[in-house]
């Protein structure tokens, strides 16, 4: 009788186990639900003070419009605003859950009357006098004043909410791992007590205890899924969380799109006119595209923030030529750089230098970064850009400039998005993006960024990411072993073009085409090995290239010659029949100067070619003029 005792005994407990268990789990479950839902109100609370903030922007820009023109339609805003704002102040109030956030609010409502106030004072005035008398109303600074510690108070209430917002998602995931936790634990125990089971009744040799613990085991084993099923909801729910801000982002930049397109439009329109616009006009219209342009770029980066976030953006990882890359952003940052007389300074490559990265998105982090350490740099200043290689293996690529630097509580919210750490007041144009956008592209090209600074001093930033130790050298020997590279004569032609395609037909209109233009010397080969032989022996100023050629393909052939420094600054245009939009994408991170398709569209073709002749010129010009006593190779 002892053996069955101990068996119910066993059963019980287990039972009593899994009942304690699943009391843990749906407890678990139900944490993880209302950090959820706190975290999303947080959100909403976030999004609400943003649109309300932004539409009494609107109101002051209809009040000024008013005041200049008398026209009543600029009113509509203002209206609306001074109509909804104790209703929208209730709602953003009851939403509100944090003392330190409501106090901001509640310190920004007689400011808020008072801006009122001081806008209806302005429309009375222009009511009865004219735009001049307003002006000198506005000359004051008491409605400016009142915007600026809105604005202040608005940021303060957006940093709590937003910090409020960071703890939660914390939380929540601290909630979801102590659920996983609890699941592992109660999948052991059943498997413990299964075995226990099992041990039992092969010992007792009791057939209806064998069913009996047989029908238990499939309970035990539909709790499990059941308990499964439950953590995969919890695990979409907080995917949904994560990605509704990046979705939302991504809705409305792409809905803002064609509204900013008719605005820019217009105003290009209107610049243009004939007879042109006044000085006056010409000054508004000025600051319209000003604006607009800005709006665009800020698109942009939110497109870019939310298809990041959304695991959406995918990278291509090779070996690039740092110096390359280097020279290149140079050149596209330089004149705004020369602006201010700044000085920049890139460092000199005594021999080939490569890195694993996605050419396109390095290029973006690097122009980001150059970009700030001018525009928050001093006139006058200097930004040094350095390269070395770490304990780790990695390259360190930093950009160092003299500007004021960021103390260390700035520091600590450098890649927040859409915190400017303070720079939203300064005449100082940005979006808060940039760095967030930089960081996660740098993380998912295997790297790392980050940032020292010095007030008064200048501040550095810096990423890593990881050394490309390989000669390459090998690839030439093979690719170029079969042919003799012979010189062409230049006398008679200013541009020498090589076309790569095994098709005889595209060949001959290639040929056409070319003839056309008594200026450009076309070469041809019909396969990878003998384009790369004549690119090296004659220096064609763009090479064509078809995609599926025999042996080695186009983009084989392509990487070969931009990772020879003789090289490496020829334009290559793609000409491929694989047209589909990831087929283009991919030849164009690849590192393709231009992707055409076939069947091809004569003018762009012909179009794409001025522009790559052109671009070869440019870069000649630059290589020459930074090439002085070391070899060209040396200095790419």
């Known amino acids: 009788m002892k053996t069955p005792r101990k068996i119910w005994v066993t059963l019980l407990t287990a039972f009593g186990l899994v009942a304690v268990g699943s009391l843990g789990l749906f407890w678990a479950y139900g944490q993880i639900e209302h950090a959820a839902k706190t975290q999303q109100q947080n959100y909403v609370v976030v999004i609400h003070a943003q649109d309300w903030l932004s539409e009494l922007k609107d109101a002051e820009t209809g009040q000024r419009g008013y005041a200049l023109t008398g026209d009543e339609n600029f009113l509509k805003p203002y209206l609306k605003v001074r109509d909804e704002l104790d209703v929208r102040l209730r709602e953003l109030h009851q939403l509100t859950l944090i003392p330190e956030a409501r106090a901001h609010l509640e310190a920004m409502v007689p400011l808020l009357g008072e801006k009122l106030a001081h806008m209806a004072q302005v429309i009375a005035l222009r009511r009865v006098q004219n735009a001049e008398a307003v002006s000198a109303l506005v000359a004051q600074g008491e409605g400016e004043r009142l915007m600026n510690a809105i604005r202040v108070e608005m940021t303060a209430f957006n940093q709590i909410e937003e910090a409020a917002l960071a703890r939660h998602d914390v939380q929540f995931h601290a909630r979801l791992r102590y659920f996983f936790s609890l699941l592992v634990l109660a999948s052991l125990i059943t498997l413990v007590m299964a075995l226990l089971f099992a041990w039992l009744i092969y010992r007792d040799s009791r057939h209806q205890l064998k069913n009996l613990v047989h029908r238990e085991t499939l309970h035990l084993l539909a709790i499990q899924q059941e308990t499964s099923r439950e953590l995969e909801q919890a695990r979409s729910l907080a995917e949904k969380a994560n990605l509704a801000k990046s979705e939302f982002l991504s809705n409305m930049s792409h809905e803002l799109r064609s509204p900013l397109n008719a605005i820019l439009g217009f105003a290009q329109l209107m610049e243009s006119d004939t007879p042109p616009p006044t000085p006056a006009q010409k000054a508004s219209i000025e600051q319209i595209l000003h604006a607009g342009w800005f709006l665009l770029d800020l698109i942009n980066e939110i497109l870019d923030l939310a298809m990041v976030e959304s695991g959406k953006l995918t990278l291509s990882l090779e070996p690039i030529s740092l110096p390359e890359v280097l020279l290149e952003c140079q050149e596209m940052i330089e004149p705004l750089a020369q602006k201010r007389s700044i000085q920049m300074t890139f460092p000199v ?66 890649f927040q998005a859409f915190n400017r750490l303070g720079r939203e007041v300064t005449a100082e144009e940005g979006t808060g993006i940039g760095l967030v956008v930089s960081k996660r592209l740098v993380e998912l090209m295997q790297g790392e960024i980050g940032a020292t600074s010095t007030v008064g001093v200048g501040s550095v930033f810096w990423i890593e990411l990881p050394h490309d130790h390989g000669t390459h050298s090998e690839q030439l020997k093979v690719a170029t072993k079969k042919c003799i590279p012979t010189p062409i004569s230049r006398a008679t032609h200013q541009n020498v073009v090589l076309y790569v395609e095994d098709n005889e037909a595209n060949l001959q209109l290639i040929q056409q085409l070319i003839s056309r233009c008594p200026s450009i010397h076309l070469l041809t080969a019909k396969n990878a090995q003998d384009g790369i032989a004549l690119a090296l022996g004659c220096m ?7 995609i599926n ?88």
Do not use: W
């Open 540 to 546: 064609p100023d763009v090479i064509l290239m078809d």
């Open 349 to 414: 490559f005594a021999e080939p230098c490569f890195i694993t990265a996605d050419r396109t998105r390095l290029k973006q982090v690097l122009i980001n970064l150059l970009s700030n350490s001018i525009k928050y740099n001093r006139d006058g200043g200097a930004v040094i850009v350095d390269c070395a290689e770490t304990a780790s293996g990695h390259l360190r690529i930093s950009v160092k400039d003299t500007g004021a630097g960021l103390a260390p509580e700035m520091l600590a919210q450098l």
């Open 549 to 636: 050629l025999p042996g080695m393909n186009g983009i084989e052939a392509m990487r070969i010659l931009n990772l020879d420094p003789i090289t490496a600054h020829i334009p290559i245009v793609a000409l491929s029949a694989n047209a589909m939009p990831l087929d283009v994408l991919a030849g164009l991170n690849a590192g393709f100067f231009k992707y055409l398709t076939k069947p091809i569209d004569v003018s762009e073709f012909m179009e794409t070619l001025t522009l790559s002749l052109e671009f070869a010129a440019k870069r000649r010009r630059s290589l020459t003029s930074t090439s002085t006593i070391e070899p060209l190779a040396v200095l790419i």
